[in-house]
Protein backbone atom coordinates (compact mmCIF):
# COMPACT_ATOMS: atom_id res chain seq x y z
CA UNK A 1 0.00 0.00 0.00
CA UNK A 2 1.08 3.48 -0.82
CA UNK A 3 1.69 5.58 2.10
CA UNK A 4 1.61 8.47 0.48
CA UNK A 5 0.35 9.64 -3.10
CA UNK A 6 0.89 12.64 -4.80
CA UNK A 7 -2.81 14.83 -5.27
CA UNK A 8 -3.10 18.97 -6.83
CA UNK A 9 0.95 19.68 -5.11
CA UNK A 10 0.66 17.79 -2.30
CA UNK A 11 1.75 14.48 -0.91
CA UNK A 12 -0.87 13.32 1.41
CA UNK A 13 -1.69 9.93 3.06
CA UNK A 14 -3.67 7.49 0.71
CA UNK A 15 -6.80 7.97 3.44
CA UNK A 16 -6.43 12.01 2.60
CA UNK A 17 -6.27 11.34 -1.15
CA UNK A 18 -9.94 12.32 -2.22
CA UNK A 19 -11.73 14.09 -4.99
CA UNK A 20 -14.91 15.46 -5.80
CA UNK A 21 -18.09 13.29 -6.77
CA UNK A 22 -18.61 16.63 -9.50
CA UNK A 23 -14.73 15.50 -11.24
CA UNK A 24 -15.25 14.95 -14.45
CA UNK A 25 -13.19 12.13 -14.38
CA UNK A 26 -15.51 10.50 -12.30
CA UNK A 27 -18.54 11.48 -13.69
CA UNK A 28 -17.81 10.79 -17.54
CA UNK A 29 -14.29 9.64 -17.48
CA UNK A 30 -13.31 12.75 -18.98
CA UNK A 31 -9.36 12.64 -18.17
CA UNK A 32 -6.03 11.22 -19.18
CA UNK A 33 -3.67 8.47 -17.64
CA UNK A 34 -0.48 6.91 -18.11
CA UNK A 35 0.87 3.16 -16.46
CA UNK A 36 4.39 3.69 -15.57
CA UNK A 37 7.12 1.79 -13.99
CA UNK A 38 10.28 2.17 -12.14
CA UNK A 39 12.85 -0.76 -12.20
CA UNK A 40 16.12 -0.58 -9.80
CA UNK A 41 15.27 3.00 -8.91
CA UNK A 42 14.97 4.31 -12.27
CA UNK A 43 11.76 5.68 -14.15
CA UNK A 44 11.42 3.51 -17.34
CA UNK A 45 10.80 5.50 -20.52
CA UNK A 46 9.35 8.55 -18.24
CA UNK A 47 9.62 11.41 -21.00
CA UNK A 48 7.85 8.94 -23.50
CA UNK A 49 5.32 8.33 -20.90
CA UNK A 50 4.85 12.41 -20.53
CA UNK A 51 4.71 12.80 -24.02
CA UNK A 52 1.83 10.79 -24.44
CA UNK A 53 -0.20 11.81 -21.80
CA UNK A 54 0.46 15.46 -23.11
CA UNK A 55 -0.39 14.50 -26.35
CA UNK A 56 -3.56 12.33 -24.97
CA UNK A 57 -4.43 15.87 -22.97
CA UNK A 58 -3.71 17.84 -26.21
CA UNK A 59 -6.39 15.93 -28.07
CA UNK A 60 -9.17 16.54 -25.55
CA UNK A 61 -8.33 20.17 -25.17
CA UNK A 62 -7.19 19.88 -21.94
CA UNK A 63 -4.27 21.92 -20.25
CA UNK A 64 -2.36 19.88 -17.65
CA UNK A 65 -1.21 22.78 -14.95
CA UNK A 66 2.18 21.36 -14.60
CA UNK A 67 4.58 21.62 -16.98
CA UNK A 68 6.53 18.95 -18.72
CA UNK A 69 9.40 19.01 -16.44
CA UNK A 70 7.22 19.52 -13.14
CA UNK A 71 5.53 16.80 -14.14
CA UNK A 72 8.77 14.41 -14.23
CA UNK A 73 9.89 16.19 -10.67
CA UNK A 74 6.48 14.97 -8.88
CA UNK A 75 6.51 11.64 -10.60
CA UNK A 76 10.26 10.98 -9.06
CA UNK A 77 9.02 13.08 -5.72
CA UNK A 78 6.06 10.44 -5.33
CA UNK A 79 8.52 7.47 -6.02
CA UNK A 80 10.63 8.80 -3.24
CA UNK A 81 8.31 9.54 -0.40
CA UNK A 82 7.30 5.68 -0.77
CA UNK A 83 10.90 4.97 -0.99
CA UNK A 84 10.51 2.23 -3.93
CA UNK A 85 12.96 1.40 -6.39
CA UNK A 86 10.91 -1.20 -7.87
CA UNK A 87 7.38 0.13 -8.45
CA UNK A 88 4.14 0.65 -10.73
CA UNK A 89 3.56 4.28 -11.10
CA UNK A 90 -0.73 5.29 -12.22
CA UNK A 91 -0.77 9.11 -13.36
CA UNK A 92 -4.13 10.56 -13.80
CA UNK A 93 -5.19 14.21 -14.60
CA UNK A 94 -8.54 14.47 -14.73
CA UNK A 95 -10.85 17.43 -16.38
CA UNK A 96 -11.41 18.49 -12.63
CA UNK A 97 -14.92 19.23 -10.33
CA UNK A 98 -17.36 21.00 -12.58
CA UNK A 99 -21.68 21.04 -12.47
CA UNK A 100 -23.34 17.95 -13.69
CA UNK A 101 -23.61 18.91 -17.47
CA UNK A 102 -20.90 18.25 -20.50
CA UNK A 103 -18.92 21.16 -20.80
CA UNK A 104 -15.34 21.05 -19.85
CA UNK A 105 -15.78 24.78 -19.40
CA UNK A 106 -17.13 24.83 -16.09
CA UNK A 107 -13.97 22.53 -15.22
CA UNK A 108 -11.26 24.63 -14.44
CA UNK A 109 -8.76 23.01 -12.77
CA UNK A 110 -8.13 19.82 -13.93
CA UNK A 111 -7.29 16.95 -10.83
CA UNK A 112 -3.35 15.73 -11.01
CA UNK A 113 -3.06 11.86 -9.10
CA UNK A 114 0.37 10.16 -9.06
CA UNK A 115 -0.35 6.84 -7.17
CA UNK A 116 3.42 4.25 -6.48
CA UNK A 117 3.15 1.36 -5.58
CA UNK A 118 4.24 -2.31 -5.72
CA UNK A 119 2.44 -4.01 -8.66
CA UNK A 120 0.81 -7.66 -9.33
CA UNK A 121 2.85 -9.42 -11.68
CA UNK A 122 1.85 -12.15 -14.11
CA UNK A 123 3.30 -14.83 -12.35
CA UNK A 124 6.45 -16.63 -13.42
CA UNK A 125 4.75 -19.62 -14.80
CA UNK A 126 3.36 -17.01 -17.89
CA UNK A 127 6.47 -16.46 -18.79
CA UNK A 128 8.24 -19.87 -18.45
CA UNK A 129 5.16 -21.78 -20.02
CA UNK A 130 2.92 -19.06 -22.07
CA UNK A 131 -0.39 -17.64 -22.13
CA UNK A 132 -3.49 -18.98 -23.60
CA UNK A 133 -5.40 -16.17 -25.32
CA UNK A 134 -8.92 -15.42 -26.71
CA UNK A 135 -10.31 -13.10 -29.72
CA UNK A 136 -12.99 -10.99 -27.82
CA UNK A 137 -16.57 -10.79 -28.95
CA UNK A 138 -16.17 -6.61 -28.47
CA UNK A 139 -14.72 -4.63 -30.57
CA UNK A 140 -11.70 -2.58 -29.91
CA UNK A 141 -13.33 1.36 -30.28
CA UNK A 142 -13.14 2.67 -34.12
CA UNK A 143 -10.55 5.75 -34.27
CA UNK A 144 -13.16 7.00 -36.05
CA UNK A 145 -15.24 7.74 -32.88
CA UNK A 146 -12.90 7.45 -30.19
CA UNK A 147 -9.29 6.71 -30.94
CA UNK A 148 -7.45 4.33 -29.12
CA UNK A 149 -4.21 6.29 -29.45
CA UNK A 150 -5.76 8.52 -26.69
CA UNK A 151 -5.25 6.73 -23.30
CA UNK A 152 -8.30 8.16 -21.62
CA UNK A 153 -10.33 7.35 -18.84
CA UNK A 154 -12.93 5.44 -21.36
CA UNK A 155 -11.51 2.32 -20.87
CA UNK A 156 -15.26 0.63 -20.93
CA UNK A 157 -14.29 -0.43 -24.36
CA UNK A 158 -11.39 -2.29 -23.30
CA UNK A 159 -13.35 -3.45 -19.94
CA UNK A 160 -15.77 -5.52 -21.57
CA UNK A 161 -13.48 -7.38 -23.56
CA UNK A 162 -11.86 -8.24 -20.17
CA UNK A 163 -14.90 -9.48 -18.88
CA UNK A 164 -14.79 -12.16 -21.99
CA UNK A 165 -10.94 -12.58 -20.80
CA UNK A 166 -12.31 -13.37 -16.88
CA UNK A 167 -15.52 -15.71 -18.21
CA UNK A 168 -12.85 -17.58 -20.34
CA UNK A 169 -10.29 -18.36 -17.83
CA UNK A 170 -7.51 -16.60 -19.66
CA UNK A 171 -5.28 -13.40 -18.65
CA UNK A 172 -5.88 -11.88 -22.19
CA UNK A 173 -7.80 -11.27 -24.84
CA UNK A 174 -7.25 -9.86 -28.79
CA UNK A 175 -9.47 -7.17 -29.82
CA UNK A 176 -10.15 -6.90 -33.23
CA UNK A 177 -10.96 -3.42 -35.12
CA UNK A 178 -14.28 -2.98 -36.67
CA UNK A 179 -12.84 -4.16 -40.09
CA UNK A 180 -12.00 -7.63 -38.39
CA UNK A 181 -8.29 -6.66 -38.44
CA UNK A 182 -6.00 -7.13 -35.19
CA UNK A 183 -5.98 -4.26 -32.93
CA UNK A 184 -4.55 -5.16 -29.51
CA UNK A 185 -5.16 -6.86 -26.66
CA UNK A 186 -7.36 -5.00 -23.88
CA UNK A 187 -4.12 -3.56 -22.04
CA UNK A 188 -1.36 -4.89 -24.05
CA UNK A 189 -0.27 -5.00 -27.84
CA UNK A 190 0.88 -8.06 -29.54
CA UNK A 191 3.16 -9.07 -32.20
CA UNK A 192 3.72 -12.51 -34.44
CA UNK A 193 6.44 -13.73 -35.75
CA UNK A 194 6.34 -16.00 -38.90
CA UNK A 195 9.65 -17.13 -40.68
CA UNK A 196 12.05 -14.83 -38.62
CA UNK A 197 9.84 -11.41 -39.85
CA UNK A 198 8.11 -9.74 -36.73
CA UNK A 199 4.69 -8.36 -37.74
CA UNK A 200 2.19 -6.05 -35.08
CA UNK A 201 -0.83 -3.93 -35.97
CA UNK A 202 0.07 -0.72 -37.41
CA UNK A 203 -1.67 2.09 -35.56
CA UNK A 204 -3.86 3.42 -38.05
CA UNK A 205 -6.09 0.21 -37.03
CA UNK A 206 -6.92 1.61 -33.93
CA UNK A 207 -4.47 1.18 -31.01
CA UNK A 208 -2.41 2.31 -28.69
CA UNK A 209 1.27 3.26 -29.25
CA UNK A 210 2.36 1.55 -26.52
CA UNK A 211 5.80 2.34 -24.93
CA UNK A 212 6.90 -1.29 -24.28
CA UNK A 213 6.13 -2.04 -28.01
CA UNK A 214 8.45 0.70 -29.34
CA UNK A 215 11.30 -0.41 -26.97
CA UNK A 216 10.54 -4.21 -28.59
CA UNK A 217 10.85 -2.05 -32.13
CA UNK A 218 14.40 -0.65 -30.87
CA UNK A 219 15.53 -4.50 -29.82
CA UNK A 220 14.56 -6.12 -32.92
CA UNK A 221 16.34 -3.61 -34.95
CA UNK A 222 18.99 -4.00 -32.93
CA UNK A 223 18.92 -7.46 -33.05
CA UNK A 224 18.78 -7.10 -37.28
CA UNK A 225 14.98 -9.11 -37.21
CA UNK A 226 13.01 -7.88 -39.64
CA UNK A 227 9.75 -5.90 -38.42
CA UNK A 228 6.50 -4.56 -40.17
CA UNK A 229 3.16 -2.59 -38.50
CA UNK A 230 0.63 -4.50 -41.29
CA UNK A 231 -2.81 -4.89 -40.85
CA UNK A 232 -3.59 -8.98 -40.30
CA UNK A 233 -6.56 -11.11 -39.27
CA UNK A 234 -6.74 -13.49 -36.54
CA UNK A 235 -5.58 -16.08 -38.69
CA UNK A 236 -2.24 -14.94 -39.05
CA UNK A 237 -1.91 -15.51 -35.18
CA UNK A 238 -3.34 -18.86 -35.17
CA UNK A 239 -0.60 -19.68 -38.13
CA UNK A 240 2.18 -17.82 -36.46
CA UNK A 241 5.51 -19.94 -35.48
CA UNK A 242 5.27 -17.15 -32.00
CA UNK A 243 2.67 -14.71 -30.64
CA UNK A 244 3.75 -12.24 -27.86
CA UNK A 245 2.03 -9.19 -25.66
CA UNK A 246 3.93 -6.30 -24.66
CA UNK A 247 2.81 -4.03 -22.14
CA UNK A 248 4.32 -1.98 -19.06
CA UNK A 249 3.05 -4.43 -16.42
CA UNK A 250 3.54 -7.43 -18.88
CA UNK A 251 7.04 -6.76 -20.24
CA UNK A 252 7.24 -9.32 -22.95
CA UNK A 253 4.81 -12.24 -22.23
CA UNK A 254 4.96 -15.45 -24.42
CA UNK A 255 1.38 -16.78 -25.57
CA UNK A 256 1.18 -20.22 -26.93
CA UNK A 257 -2.26 -20.77 -27.57
CA UNK A 258 -5.07 -18.64 -29.58
CA UNK A 259 -8.67 -19.43 -29.27
CA UNK A 260 -7.63 -23.16 -28.47
CA UNK A 261 -5.24 -23.13 -31.80
CA UNK A 262 -1.72 -23.82 -30.37
CA UNK A 263 0.88 -21.66 -31.28
CA UNK A 264 3.77 -23.31 -32.97
CA UNK A 265 5.42 -25.99 -30.31
CA UNK A 266 3.19 -24.51 -27.80
CA UNK A 267 6.16 -23.64 -25.89
CA UNK A 268 6.99 -19.77 -25.54
CA UNK A 269 9.26 -18.87 -28.49
CA UNK A 270 13.15 -18.14 -28.85
CA UNK A 271 12.42 -14.44 -30.54
CA UNK A 272 10.14 -13.66 -27.52
CA UNK A 273 12.54 -14.83 -24.84
CA UNK A 274 15.31 -13.23 -26.47
CA UNK A 275 13.69 -9.97 -26.65
CA UNK A 276 12.22 -10.54 -23.47
CA UNK A 277 16.04 -10.71 -21.40
CA UNK A 278 17.36 -7.69 -23.81
CA UNK A 279 14.08 -5.75 -22.61
CA UNK A 280 14.98 -7.01 -18.57
CA UNK A 281 18.74 -5.81 -19.29
CA UNK A 282 17.37 -2.55 -20.40
CA UNK A 283 14.74 -1.59 -18.07
CA UNK A 284 17.86 -2.64 -15.11
CA UNK A 285 20.67 0.51 -16.66
CA UNK A 286 17.96 2.88 -18.16
CA UNK A 287 15.93 5.74 -16.56
CA UNK A 288 15.09 8.89 -14.84
CA UNK A 289 16.87 8.50 -11.30
CA UNK A 290 14.89 8.68 -8.17
CA UNK A 291 17.66 9.14 -5.93
CA UNK A 292 20.32 10.76 -7.43
N1 LIG B 1 -2.82 -1.19 -25.27
C1 LIG B 1 -3.63 -0.82 -24.28
C2 LIG B 1 -5.09 -0.71 -24.54
C3 LIG B 1 -3.09 -0.51 -23.01
O1 LIG B 1 -3.90 -0.13 -22.01
C4 LIG B 1 -1.71 -0.65 -22.79
C5 LIG B 1 -1.13 -0.37 -21.43
N2 LIG B 1 -0.86 1.01 -21.26
C6 LIG B 1 -0.89 -1.05 -23.87
C7 LIG B 1 -1.49 -1.32 -25.09
C8 LIG B 1 0.59 -1.18 -23.71
O2 LIG B 1 1.18 0.08 -23.62
P1 LIG B 1 2.51 0.32 -22.79
O3 LIG B 1 3.57 -0.56 -23.36
O4 LIG B 1 2.81 1.76 -22.99
O5 LIG B 1 2.22 -0.02 -21.36
Do not use: W
Amino acid sequence: MAKYIYLNGELVAPEDAKISVLDHGVLYGDGVFEGIRAYNGRVFRLDQHLHRLYDSAHVIHMQIPLSVAEMEQAVVETVRANALRDCYIRLVVTRGPGDLGLDPRRCPRPTVIIIADSIELYPQRYYDEGLHVITCATRRNSPEALDPSIKSLNYLNNIMAKIETVQAGVPEGIMLSSEGYVAECTGDNIFVVQHGEVLTPPMSVGNLAGITAQVTMEILREMDIPVAAENFRILTAYTADEVFLTGTAAEIAPVVQVDGRKIGDGKPGEITRKIHERFHQITQIEGTPVYG
